[in-house]
Nanobody, 118 residues
Framework: VQLQASGGGLVQYGGSLRLSCVAS????????LGWYRQAPGKQREFVAT???????NYADSVKGRFTISRDNGKKMVYLQMHSLKPEDTAVYYC?????????????WGQGTLVTVSS
């Protein structure tokens, strides 16, 4: 699966931004789509995931501020971000994780930079 993320940019403290990611290739009902981020000098961290059935999971740091959604027909995953803080500044990566018997597929997009100014 190839993933192309977009929507990053510069936003002021308290602002909003919506990230999008389109997948090309095989996405099925077992594929979990997600967003991760990596701030300068830090390790990549989990942000949110969503199953094909719509079950979501969020990092505590973004709960109540970020919303992940997906469009299975369009092979898209979105991350709506509100009340952004400077600590949300990072490169955001979309991810597609598929587990089938005997095989795991874990694919990453190229990342999109989100910068939140104080």
């Amino acid at each position: 699966v190839q993933l192309q993320a977009s929507g990053g940019g510069l936003v002021q403290y308290g602002g909003s931004l919506r990230l999008s990611c389109v997948a090309s290739g095989s996405i099925n009902s077992g594929t979990v789509l997600g967003w991760y981020r990596q701030a300068p000098g830090k390790q990549r961290e989990f942000v949110a995931t969503i199953t094909a059935g719509g079950m979501t999971n969020y990092a505590d740091s973004v709960k109540g501020r970020f919303t992940i959604s997906r469009d299975n027909g369009k092979k898209m995953v979105y991350l709506q971000m509100h009340s952004l803080k400077p600590e949300d500044t990072a490169v955001y990566y979309c991810n597609a994780f598929t587990r089938i018997p005997g095989r795991v597929y874990n694919d990453w997009g190229q990342g999109t930079l989100v910068t939140v100014s104080s």
